[in-house]
């Protein structure tokens, strides 16, 4: 009811509060926002989209079934439709550090498409005797199983809007840098040692089919991720929903996702365990794992410009120093590394709370929800930007490749078949201690003809990647 007209009343089952007319959201978001303000940080996006679809299939589906009055059903969908156009995205308030289960931002939810359906239907917020975000919104559903189905929804959402876009633009890129440099022939290093020569063009090509096994891994993850526990209801019995119902909203979000949903085959174990959202998580953190070697091997190639590598040259984005005029950082490749770096963290708080859950509910999955979703998005927008501002604009110092290349110690391993290790070595050993060529110390030697050392030490064979052959 309005009390006037800055406020009105919401009463629950715990007593009545004051909540500002102009919000869409009711008595207990307004509780939550009492009880938690923790870390300021609100929801994300993708995950109130993913929130929102489910309300929607879930008010298409009741409707349907004559479980809710077509009026308010139609109310509702609109209301979501609003919602996922962009509308009222800042009625979402609820801390992502909150009540357990994450009963808040579902509540927060059913709070704000009731109210905003009641305006639909000429009545004023508030009034949940004509749309009740619990009766009506939330007809047939719990925290228990929405909040799942939010997050696997919302990782799907977040691998093919953002990482997987941008991991196939990586893909693509690398790939295109390998065919430009193939013809450049650099020093190997192991151990970061001198070692055989290789092609610069591979570095790039093994660095993209890095990331392409990453991402079939992502896609075998993900598909965890396609099963929904919806219709499980408060302790996966399904008590009070329709028995038609679970199979139609998996339906219906299927449509709207355009994705191949399916009904989990036992509702009380996509309740309880957390297993596809640690497994997703894993396969993230492994990507982002060799990330950091990507980025850490571009940081070392481009290092110098006088007293270093400088193999490479990456794109320079901005001043390097407040002290050291004319200095450029590798900033896209460091930005990278610090992101890698938190997406671990992430990881690891997921693993925790996976196995924090107890008996019939998990209780912990708002951190869960929170940490896998963003894992996803910052590393796929890491990735991005890496590949638009970096590796796209990567020029080859192709000179300097090659004088590390031809002075490398590690070219006597060709010698090995010829002369024996033991000699190999020995050469070695004196061209690091009289600076002359591995090439003058084995004539001198006269271990090799000079016809024989050409043929032998022609870099552009040594570094030839050698066929697989299939028998």
Known sequence: MTNNTDFRIERDSMGDRQIPNHVYYGIQTQRAIENFPISGIKPLSTYIDAGILIKKATAIVNGQLGCIPNDISHAIIQATDEVLNGKLRDQFVVDIYQAGAGTSHHMNINEVLANRALEILGDEKGNYKRVNPNDHVNYGQSTNDVIPTCIRIGGLL??????????????????????????????????????????????????????????????????????????????????????????????????????????????????????????????????????????????????????????????????GSSIMPGKYNPVMAEMTSMVCFQVMGYDQAIALAAQAGQLELNVMMPLIAYNLIHSIEILGSTIAALTTSCIQGIMA???????????????????????????????????????????????????????????????????????????
């Open 158 to 319: 977040a691998l093919t809007h953002t990482l997987h876009p941008a991991l196939e633009k990586a893909i693509s890129t690398l790939e295109s840098k390998g065919d430009e440099f193939q013809h450049i022939i650099k020093s190997g290093r192991t151990h970061l040692q001198d070692a055989v020569p290789v092609r610069l063009g591979e570095n790039f090509r093994a660095w993209a089919q890095i990331l392409t096994e990453h991402q079939n891994r992502l896609y075998i993850a993900a598909s965890d991720l396609m099963v929904l526990g919806i219709g499980g209801s408060a302790a996966g019995t399904g008590m009070n929903t329709h028995p038609e119902y679970r199979k139609r909203v998996v339906e219906v979000l299927s449509e709207l996702l355009e994705m191949p949903l399916e009904p989990a085959p036992h509702l009380m174990a996509a309740m309880q365990s957390m297993g596809a959202f640690v497994n997703v998580s894993g396969a993230v953190r492994n990507l982002a794992q060799d990330m950091v070697k990507i980025s850490h091997d571009l940081r070392l190639m481009d290092s110098g410009p006088k007293t270093g590598f400088k193999e490479i040259q990456l794109p320079p984005v901005q001043p």
């Open 397 to 471: 110092n192709e000179e300097r490749c090659l004088a590390y290349a031809e002075g490398s110690l590690a070219l006597v391993t060709a010698l090995n078949p010829h002369i024996g290790y033991l000699n190999a070595a020995a050469v070695a050993k004196e061209s690091l201690e009289t600076g002359k060529s591995l090439r003058q110390i084995v004539l001198d030697k006269g271990l090799m003809t000079e016809a024989q050392l050409a043929q032998v030490l022609n870099l552009d064979e040594m570094s030839a990647i050698v066929p697989i052959l299939f028998c």
